[in-house]
């Protein structure tokens, strides 16, 4: 609570608007002296420090254990005691990605560890001893050259013929195999997708709020509703992602250790449990229908997004190849 000295001038500093009280009606400002003392600036930072801490812990509390809560809280007016559905999920997604692009991904990981396993066979020389054969770290896919393949457009069977997305696809196929390896090409792929995952998640998320307006009663529920839920939905399963991610790279720094190990499975099993079924109470508490109904509107809600997501996701991947260099 601030204890400033009040200003004798009603004239608000900031838009000029008359205060009767402490408070200006317009802006919000506090109609207080603009001298402060050092013992003034310590408290306030700490009074700030505090709220924004209280209204973090609150909201990250009820976004875990308590589905919709916040979503209900924000809508009914109830705004000010959490953080706001975009600034928490920027601030989430932001940390995620950071952790992400700090540590190195386990794909990557397992990738280079073994790279001799797969550019190498093992077989046995005359006298029976074991042999390893490296293979060319510069292997491509076979594929036919763009000069076959123009032979085959110009003299070969019309069934043979490659139409022109055909062609134009094996076009960028042929540049990409020709000038990357496969472990290139993974490692470029990885890399490009883990980067560009923000972007996936916003375009996927108007599609899931404009799904949930599709099944509910437009009269009642605006889209608003759907994105603020939609918002708080997607922020609840980044952060369970970044607490498993967290909790699974603490545990590898342990090394074999049987405690770890145990206590990093036993919390991917509840979080995944968490994440799967968190939509559906989520979906009831919200919107307010019968168990059933909101069991078969989640059950349905699921398999669209998901099927979305992967033709998305699928679409994105060969975007990705397609613009590999």
Same mark, same amino acid.
Request: with cysteine; charged share 20%; aromatic share 20%.
């Given at each position: 609570?601030?204890?400033n000295?009040i200003?004798? =001038?009603?004239t608000?500093?900031?838009c000029?608007h %008359?205060?009767e009280?402490?408070f200006?009606?317009?802006c919000g400002?506090e109609?207080? =002296?603009t001298r402060k003392?050092?013992?003034?600036?310590?408290?306030?930072?700490?009074?700030?420090?505090?709220?924004?801490?209280?209204a973090?812990?609150?909201?990250?509390r009820?976004?875990?254990?308590k589905?919709?809560?916040?979503?209900?809280?924000?809508l009914?007016g109830?705004r000010?005691s959490y *953080?706001a559905? %975009?600034r *928490?999920?920027i601030?989430?997604s932001f940390i995620?990605?950071?952790l992400?692009?700090l540590?190195?991904?386990?794909?990557?990981?397992?990738l $280079?560890?073994?790279?001799?396993?797969?550019?190498?066979?093992t077989?046995?020389?005359?006298?029976?001893?074991?042999?390893?054969?490296?293979f060319? =770290?510069?292997s491509h896919?076979?594929?036919?050259t763009m000069k +076959?393949i123009?032979?085959i457009?110009?003299?070969?069977? +019309?069934d043979?013929?490659?139409s022109d997305?055909q062609y134009?696809?094996?076009?960028?196929?042929?540049?990409?195999? +020709? &000038?990357n390896t496969?472990?290139?090409?993974?490692e470029?792929?990885?890399?490009?997708f883990?980067?560009?995952?923000?972007?996936?998640?916003?375009?996927?998320?108007?599609f899931?709020?404009?799904?949930?307006?599709?099944f509910?009663?437009?009269?009642?529920?605006?889209?608003?509703?759907h994105g603020i839920?939609t918002?708080?939905?997607?922020?609840? *399963?980044?952060?369970?992602f970044?607490i498993l991610f967290?909790?699974?790279?603490?545990a590898?720094l342990?090394?074999?250790n049987?405690?770890?190990?145990a206590?990093?499975?036993? &919390?991917?099993f509840?979080?995944i449990?968490w994440?799967?079924?968190?939509f559906?109470?989520a979906?009831?508490? /919200?919107?307010?229908?019968?168990?059933?109904?909101s069991?078969v509107?989640s059950v349905?809600?699921?398999?669209? $997004?998901?099927?979305?997501i992967l033709?998305l996701?699928t679409?994105y991947?060969?975007?990705? /190849?397609?613009?590999?260099?």
């Amino acid at each position: 609570m601030s204890h400033n000295k009040i200003r004798e =001038d009603k004239t608000c500093l900031n838009c000029r608007h %008359v205060v009767e009280q402490k408070f200006c009606p317009n802006c919000g400002q506090e109609n207080s =002296d603009t001298r402060k003392t050092f013992h003034h600036l310590f408290v306030h930072f700490f009074e700030d420090l505090t709220h924004y801490e209280n209204a973090f812990w609150k909201t990250i509390r009820n976004l875990l254990l308590k589905p919709s809560t916040l979503t209900k809280e924000y809508l009914s007016g109830k705004r000010l005691s959490y *953080l706001a559905p %975009v600034r *928490l999920y920027i601030f989430i997604s932001f940390i995620t990605f950071l952790l992400i692009a700090l540590f190195p991904n386990k794909v990557t990981e397992e990738l $280079n560890k073994g790279e001799n396993q797969l550019f190498s066979q093992t077989t046995k020389d005359e006298k029976g001893k074991k042999v390893v054969k490296t293979f060319n =770290d510069k292997s491509h896919f076979e594929l036919k050259t763009m000069k +076959e393949i123009d032979s085959i457009q110009k003299y070969g069977k +019309e069934d043979d013929k490659l139409s022109d997305f055909q062609y134009w696809i094996y076009e960028k196929v042929v540049h990409v195999t +020709e &000038t990357n390896t496969k472990k290139e090409i993974i490692e470029k792929f990885i890399e490009s997708f883990i980067h560009n995952i923000p972007k996936i998640l916003f375009i996927i998320m108007p599609f899931f709020a404009f799904f949930l307006w599709i099944f509910h009663n437009k009269k009642r529920w605006y889209y608003f509703d759907h994105g603020i839920f939609t918002l708080h939905y997607f922020s609840f *399963l980044l952060l369970i992602f970044l607490i498993l991610f967290i909790v699974n790279k603490v545990a590898a720094l342990f090394g074999g250790n049987g405690i770890a190990e145990a206590i990093a499975g036993i &919390t991917n099993f509840v979080g995944i449990i968490w994440m799967c079924y968190y939509f559906y109470p989520a979906h009831h508490r /919200f919107y307010g229908e019968t168990r059933f109904v909101s069991f078969v509107k989640s059950v349905t809600l699921f398999f669209i $997004n998901f099927f979305f997501i992967l033709f998305l996701l699928t679409f994105y991947m060969l975007y990705i /190849f397609i613009n590999l260099h």
